[in-house]
């Protein structure tokens, strides 16, 4: 029991320790969420207030589509990311990576599942996707030096105890040694709760998209292994040939869509 209620978040402290100047760019990952809503808001308000709005560039990350040609990704995510970028007037990509067509194929050649402790596929269709796509921005640039990028996501803490131990601002993996990039991270809505995004959503007018609206909670791939089961069945509902052709796929791999639960029993659920 809690003797004294916990202090509100407040929306984003003011820089969140990000040096505006020590960088030459920002790339906001934008998935077309309601995080991502947020973050685009969060990242273009400071660098407005810092003078700075032309570092800023949004970037997409389109995941393709599976053998039958349906979207991994909700339809009109891209959009909706697309109309965050517009709404503060900064440059808006999408980008696909460079060495798979699609995560579908990705995880057809893996043979198993993404999960909590491979994900692969958040790395090889996001992670190096957006190092390439910071590459070009920087190569575009010509400092005559190693670029210094600031790369911002919408990870907030209150998702998972993992995301919760993330530092707001630190150094990415992806600089190496420094020679070709240096890139920080930047978590700016770290400390906001859902319902403090959703109020960023309707103070500004930030467009959100409509499967929210049809129950669900998260907008990540439209069949996610990391998603609530919740989630799942009611994404198998709106989407039942999509689960119909990853089921198939499970039953051809041998592996358990989640440790928890398969495909096919997320679809008998959705259809009860």
């Known amino acids: 029991m809690e003797l004294f209620p916990a202090p509100a978040t407040t929306p984003a402290a003011p820089t969140a320790g990000f040096d505006w100047d020590a ?11 309601k995080d991502s809503g ?4 969060e990242v273009c308000t400071q660098a407005d207030k810092a003078g700075q ?3 800023v560039r949004v970037l997409h990350c389109d995941l393709g589509r599976t053998t039958k040609g349906h979207l991994v990704e909700w339809p009109g995510a891209l959009e909706v990311a697309r109309a965050h970028a517009e709404q503060y007037g900064v440059p808006f990509a999408v980008r ?3 060495r798979w067509p699609s995560l579908w194929d990705r995880i057809l050649a893996h043979g198993n599942w993404p999960g909590h402790f491979a994900r692969y596929c958040t790395s090889d269709t996001k992670t190096v996707t957006g190092r390439d796509f910071a590459d070009e921005v920087g190569g575009s640039l010509a400092l005559g030096r190693p670029y210094r990028a600031g790369y911002a996501l919408g990870m ?14 630190e150094r990415h993996r992806m ?10 991270t930047w978590l700016p809505i770290h400390q906001l709760t859902t319902e403090q995004v959703w109020e960023i959503h309707r103070e500004n007018g930030i467009e959100h998209h409509e499967a929210y609206d049809r129950g669900m909670r998260r907008l990540s791939c439209r069949a996610c292994p990391l998603a609530h089961t919740d989630d799942l069945v009611r994404s198998a509902q709106l989407n039942p040939e999509l689960f119909d052709e990853y089921a198939r796929a499970e039953e051809e791999m041998g592996r358990p869509f ?4 398969t495909l096919r029993e997320i679809i008998e659920r959705a259809r009860s």
Do not use: N, Y
């Open 96 to 98: 696909r990576s460079q």
């Open 258 to 261: 989640k440790k928890s639960i």
């Open 38 to 41: 947020a973050l685009v808001h």
């Open 53 to 55: 709005l032309h570092k």
């Open 156 to 169: 907030r803490a209150e998702e998972s105890a993992a995301r919760a131990s993330k530092p707001v601002v």
């Open 23 to 33: 960088h030459d760019f920002v790339v906001v990952g934008d998935s077309g969420g």
């Open 175 to 184: 600089s190496g040694k420094g020679t070709l990039r240096v890139v920080t």
